[in-house]
């Protein structure tokens, strides 16, 4: 089950589309209008179920999880097609091309930083994958053990003070912990899976590309988390 779509004006969406059909294509490269490219045909459905066969891949087979990447660099050197799009934390830990299965070049659209936070350039980058490059499926991946989930806990629980640009990081999942203090379970792990939650409901209220294509049943935003001692992930919505 996806997160529930937050409408938008219609009207307005419909006057940035046709000013944006103007021209055949609104992304260049190097000033340059940016090739065509060919999307793929799955629907957003049919890559959430691809994304969880491969998790169950990884899981129970992995070492089934080889790629022939010397083809795959061939094929995907001209254009891409990818199906789904994850925006997860950065930890080296969490490889989205590895954990959904063995993924080749080319397959997944993947927004990484510190406890995946769908900040500004994150949008951008999910909108360029769903609307240019016609990816069907948005994912945001919490993972066990989260540092900067613990990092939030921590200012929240501790009265934690962080340094450098670390504090403005961590500010951004700190709404997450404060809404989790003091409830039954695991703080850390429940903030996990609200940080996720949230930061896909922000991926919809950021965005009115995305908000349209979800409400046209092009796109499905959904949110998950990642267990690392067993490389199993839970879609939660």
Not at 44 to 62: I, Q
Not at 106 to 131: H, K, M, P, Q, S
């Amino acid at each position: 089950m996806c997160i529930t779509c937050l409408r938008m004006n219609r009207r307005n969406f419909i006057s940035f589309a046709t000013a944006g059909s103007a021209a055949a294509c609104m992304w260049t490269i190097n000033g340059r209008p940016s090739p065509a490219f060919a999307s793929t045909s799955l629907s957003p459905d049919e890559a959430l179920a691809r994304l969880k066969a491969g998790n169950d891949k990884f899981v129970n087979a992995p070492q089934l999880c080889e790629a022939g990447l010397r083809e795959q660099r061939a094929d995907t050197a001209g254009d891409q097609a990818p199906w789904a799009m994850v925006l997860t934390c950065s930890d080296s830990r969490v490889s989205p091309e590895l954990i959904f299965g063995g993924v080749g070049l080319g397959e997944l659209f993947v927004a990484r930083n510190a406890g995946n936070v769908a900040d500004t350039a994150v949008l951008g980058t999910i909108e360029y994958g769903a609307e240019h490059l016609g990816s069907p499926l948005v994912v945001v991946l919490g993972h066990q053990r989260c540092g900067a989930v613990e990092a939030a806990c921590d200012v929240v629980a501790k009265h934690v003070e962080l340094p450098g640009s670390i504090r403005q990081m961590v500010d951004a999942i700190v709404p997450a912990a404060k809404s989790q203090e003091g409830k039954p379970g695991d703080f850390v792990d429940n903030t996990v899976r609200e940080n996720a939650r949230l930061n896909a409901v922000a991926i919809l209220a950021g965005s009115e590309i995305i908000r349209e294509l979800v409400h046209v049943g092009k796109v499905k935003v959904a949110y998950g988390r990642y267990d690392l001692e067993t490389g199993v992930v839970n879609f939660l919505g």
